[in-house]
């Protein structure tokens, strides 16, 4: 039966069994990966008698092609020259592994491996693609002059990643913060992932915030923080000079109020003296008046 009848009878498969790990395989971005598929020969087998196709799952394309001994690569999908390998020197104990090599984000799916010998059995290996985010960096904003109460900003930042990462923020009792958030992420040409993550927080001296980038594909996460440190009240110039020429004006007043009230205080005083010594006159006249009547 010529080979690319394969594909058409898979219904029909014969007593062989391909291996394939039910996992999928993790590779690194920029490295090379190994998509594993193996089969056990029979005691007789010849590697001539071996027919092998690797190809992408839900697309048919083709990656890679062995048949009567030799690589057919002359319908090698798009992207794919110079990339793939098989171990060739394994070939005869049944190792149809796929090389693949300086993975790519593109990369990122499902492989189908066809073989036939006598009989075929195809199989599919999942590829999941990964790559380490950078050291997270983080900013605050403003840095300086920084009063409690204000509002600041807190920048997290870290780059060349994938897939897209989880970003987390907690503060000095780990409590893990999620009002205020903003997080962006953005894909380079290549695919990989630029993070940034904003949290917004009122200021308060000797809090340290504290962003983690997680990246689940690879367990891998990185931190970095920041701590607020307390600054001292400052007055600007202007505000100064208000403030003193408030308590001039305020003690210039009450000097005032209190020369007032000294002299309304003496003017009662001699009110009251007045008229005292005017009482005084009118009962000695009055006194007088009624000696005379008497005489």
Known sequence: MPFPLLIL??????????????????????????????????ANFSVAELSLIWQLTDTKRL???????????????QGYANRTALFYDQLQRGNVSLLLRRVRIADEGSFTCFVRVRDYDSAAVAL??????????????????????DVAEVTCH???????????????WVATLTANVTTWQVANEEGLFEVRSVLRVLVEPGVTYSCLVLNAALRQHGHASVTITGQPLAFP??????????????????????FVCHQKIRESCREDEERAALQLLEN????????????
Request: hydrophobic share 40%; proline share 7%.
């Open 158 to 172: 870290a780059s060349r990643g994938y897939p897209e990462a989880s970003v987390l923020w907690q503060d000095s």
């Open 128 to 149: 999941q693609v990964a790559a380490p985010y950078s050291k997270p960096s983080v900013h605050l904003e403003p840095s300086k002059e920084l009063k409690p109460g």
């Open 284 to 295: 000695t006249e009055s006194r007088e008046d009624r000696e005379q009547e008497i005489d």
């Open 237 to 258: 110039a202007v505000a100064l000079w208000v403030t003193v020429a408030l308590a001039v004006c305020v003690v210039a007043l009450l000097g005032v109020l209190a």
């Open 63 to 77: 990656v890679h092609e062995f048949s009567g001994g030799q690589d057919r690569l002359q319908d090698q999908g």
């Open 9 to 42: 009878v898979l219904g029909l498969a014969g007593a062989m069994e391909i291996q394939v790990p039910e996992e999928p395989v993790v590779a690194l971005f920029g490295q090379d990966a190994t998509l594993l598929c193996s089969f056990s020969p029979e």
